[in-house]
C-alpha cells in the first residue's frame, strides 16, 4: 500500500509580522511546517506501524526542504518536492493541478493531507485535488480506522460528529484532533539523511504553461478602515489597569 | 451587457434557509439577478423564504440523495446545471459543506475560486473580492478568465433583506446514481448543544492559551455572567480539549461580530481574527506586548488575565 501525504511550509504563524510599506508580510518570517499536516503525516505513520507493508512519500509544491526532512524524520520512506516558480502563484487550483500531476505519475492507494494551511487557509486544496484525480475525499478527519481494505473515518460537522465509511483510494483531509503527531527521534532524524528527496520541475511533471496559469492575483495588503489608534496599557498595576477597563466600558457605554 | 446570473448555493436548517444564503441573496442582488440553488429536499416554506428575498429563481434538485455530506451527487449536478445554464458567478457560504462542494467543483470546471471574500464586485469581466489576511490587514483579489467564478463569502458580510418577491422552481435533475456515491455516512452523532449562542450574543469574553489551563476558563464564565455575555474560545484551546469545538471562534469556528469581545490570553493568530474581526469594541488582556491581537484592540492591556479578569469580575458586580 502506499500513502502520499502532502505538506506545506508556511511562515509561522505566530510569527507572522507585516511591512505596511511592502504591502507584505516582512522577509524573514521564520518558516514551519504547516500544523495540520502533520497530522496526516502521524496518521500515515500509524497505518504503516499497524499493517506493515506500507510505503509512505511525503509531497511538498514549494520550498519545504526542512518541511520534508522533518517528515523523512518522523517515519516517511522518501519525499518529493516541487519547486518551480512557475507554480508559486499562491492559486489553489494551480497547486491542485500541479499535485495532481505529482500523484498521477506516482500512483497511490490512499492520500492524506492537512484540512487547510495556515497561510492561505482556504481548505480547497483536498477537494480540488480530489475532483482532478476521481476519487473521494472526506474533510475534517478526526478519527481514522482501516480494517479489511475500508476506511471507517469520522469528520466534525457544525453540530456533531459524522462516521464515514469509503474504500481507498481516497484523500482525507485532517484536524488536529487525529492525533498527536510525533517529534522525530534521534534514530529517525539520522535515518532520514540517507532517505532520498526527489526534486520535480512544473517540465518534470509534463504541466503546460497555461495549467500554471494562476487566474487569481492579490493586491498589496492594507488597512481597510482606518480607526482611532487603540490604546495599549503597559506596565500598569492590576488595580490601574482594572479602572482604566472600567472607564472604557462606562464611556463606551458598554456597561 | 446582460444583466450578470448569480446564484446563490443555499444550505437548510431545519427545514429553512441558513441565515448566510440569505445574505448572500443581498450580495447577488447587488451584482445582478440573483437565483439560489438549493439540492435538498425541500418545503414550499423555504422556496418562498428565497423568493421574499430577492432569488428570482431557485433552481431546486428535490432529491434525499443529497441530505448527508452529499459532495459528489452536488457536484455532478451542479456542473451540468453550469454547463446548461451558464451563470456569471456562483457564491457560497463558509460551511464546511459549501467549501467542500466549492473546491470539488473548482477542481472539475477548472473555475476561478476565491475564499473567505468580505465583499465582491464586478469591474467589468474581472470580480474583485476584499480578502482578510491578517490583524487589520486586507487585500483586494482579483478573478479573471472564463465564467463562472466560485466565491466563498464570510458570514455577516452582507445584511439580509427581506424585499419580498417570489421565485419561480426550476427543478434540477439527479445527476449522480445513488450507487455511485463513494462516501457514506454511517451515522451521524450530534454534538449536545452546549455553551451559549456565541453568533447572537452582544458581548463575548473569549480565552485563549495564555489562560494556562482549562479551569481558568472559570473566570471568563463568571465576567461573562457579570455583563451579560457568553464564553468563546480561540483554535489553540479547542483543540487542546479545554472546551468543546461549539466554543471555537475564527475562520474554521464560528464568525462573530458582537457590540464588545474581550480577549483573555489569546494571541491573535490569523485564523481567530478572521471570525472576531467584526467586533465593534474590542478589549484585549495579554501578557506578550507584541500579540497580534493588540493590533485591532481598542484597548489593550498587557498583563496577567489571571489577575485582571478576576479584579475586573469584582468591580463589575460592585457597581
Known amino acids: ?255 | 451587457m446582460a444583466t450578470r446570473r448569480v446564484w446563490v448555493w443555499t444550505e437548510l436548517t431545519d427545514g429553512a434557509p441558513q441565515r448566510p444564503a440569505l445574505e448572500l441573496l443581498t450580495a447577488a442582488r447587488g451584482l445582478g439577478e440573483a437565483a439560489a440553488v438549493l439540492l435538498a429536499p425541500a418545503g414550499d416554506e423555504a422556496i418562498a423564504a428565497l423568493g421574499a428575498h430577492g432569488a428570482a429563481v431557485v433552481y431546486h434538485g428535490d432529491d434525499a440523495i443529497y441530505t448527508q455530506y452529499a459532495v459528489e451527487p452536488q457536484v455532478a449536478a451542479l456542473a451540468a446545471l453550469i454547463e446548461a445554464e451558464a451563470p456569471d458567478l456562483l457564491l457560497f457560504p463558509s460551511t464546511f459543506t459549501a467549501r467542500d462542494v466549492l473546491a470539488r467543483l473548482a477542481g472539475r470546471l477548472g473555475a476561478g475560486v476565491i475564499a473567505n471574500a468580505t465583499s465582491v464586485r464586478f469591474e467589468g469581466d474581472r470580480l474583485l473580492a476584499t480578502v482578510p489576511y491578517t490583524g487589520a490587514y486586507v487585500a483586494t483579489v482579483t478573478l479573471e478568465g472564463p465564467a463562472p467564478y466560485l466565491v466563498q463569502v464570510r458570514p455577516k458580510a452582507y445584511p439580509v433583506e427581506p424585499v419580498g418577491g417570489q421565485a419561480e422552481v426550476r427543478p434540477v435533475a439527479t445527476a449522480l446514481d445513488p450507487a455511485a456515491c463513494r462516501v457514506q455516512v454511517v451515522e451521524t452523532v450530534p454534538q449536545v448543544a452546549e455553551g451559549p449562542n456565541l453568533e447572537e450574543a452582544e458581548v463575548i469574553v473569549a480565552g485563549g492559551r495564555g489562560l494556562g489551563k482549562a479551569e481558568n476558563f472559570r473566570l471568563l464564565e463568571e465576567l461573562a455572567r457579570q455583563l451579560g455575555g457568553a464564553v468563546g474560545a480561540s483554535r489553540a484551546v479547542v483543540d487542546a480539549g479545554w472546551v468543546p469545538y461549539s466554543y471555537q471562534i475564527g475562520q474554521t469556528g464560528k464568525t462573530v461580530k458582537p457590540n464588545l469581545y474581550i480577549a483573555c490570553g489569546i494571541s491573535g493568530a490569523i485564523q481567530h481574527l478572521a471570525g472576531m474581526k467584526g467586533s465593534k469594541h474590542v478589549i484585549a488582556i495579554n501578557q506578550d506586548p507584541d500579540a497580534a491581537i493588540f493590533e485591532i484592540a481598542d484597548l489593550g492591556v498587557v498583563g496577567d488575565v489571571l489577575t485582571i479578569v478576576p479584579k475586573l469580575t469584582e468591580r463589575l458586580a460592585g457597581r
Not at chain 1, 31 to 60: F, P, T
Not at chain 1, 112 to 118: D, F, N, W
Not at chain 1, 172 to 200: F, H, Q, V
Open chain 1, 1 to 255: 500500500m502506499k500513502i502520499v501525504v502532502l505538506v506545506k511550509q508556511v511562515p509561522d504563524p505566530n510569527a507572522v509580522r507585516f511591512d505596511p510599506r511592502a504591502g507584505d508580510i516582512q522577509s524573514g518570517t521564520p518558516q514551519v511546517a504547516n500544523e495540520y499536516d502533520l497530522h496526516a503525516m502521524e496518521a500515515a505513520i500509524q497505518i504503516k506501524e499497524q499493517q506493515g507493508d506500507v510505503e509512505i512519500v511525503a509531497v511538498s509544491l514549494g520550498q519545504a526542504r526542512e518541511t520534508l526532512n522533518r517528515c523523512l524524520a518522523m517515519g516517511a520512506d522518501r519525499a518529493i518536492v516541487v519547486e518551480d516558480a512557475a507554480l508559486a502563484s499562491g492559486d489553489s487550483a494551480v497547486t491542485a493541478k500541479a499535485l495532481a500531476a505529482v500523484l498521477r505519475a506516482e500512483g497511490f492507494d490512499l492520500i492524506l493531507v492537512g484540512q487547510e494551511t495556515s497561510d492561505g487557509g482556504t481548505g480547497s486544496v483536498g477537494p480540488a485535488l480530489a475532483a482532478l484525480l476521481d476519487v473521494p475525499v472526506v474533510s475534517n478527519v478526526v478519527a481514522l480506522e482501516k480494517q479489511d481494505g475500508r476506511l471507517t473515518v469520522q469528520r466534525e460537522i457544525e453540530d456533531g460528529r459524522q462516521v464515514i465509511d469509503l474504500a481507498p483510494p481516497a484523500i482525507l483531509c485532517a484536524l488536529s484532533g487525529l492525533n498527536e503527531p510525533r517529534y522525530p527521534s534521534l534514530k529517525g532524524i539520522m535515518a532520514a539523511r540517507r532517505k532520498p528527496t526527489e526534486a520535480k520541475s512544473a517540465a518534470d511533471l509534463g504541466l503546460a504553461d497555461d495549467a500554471a496559469q494562476s487566474r487569481v492575483s492579490w493586491g498589496q495588503l492594507f488597512v481597510e478602515e482606518e480607526t482611532a489608534e487603540g490604546i495599549i496599557l503597559k506596565d500598569v498595576d492590576a488595580d490601574s489597569a482594572v479602572d482604566q477597563l472600567v472607564a472604557f466600558l462606562q464611556e463606551r457605554k458598554l456597561v
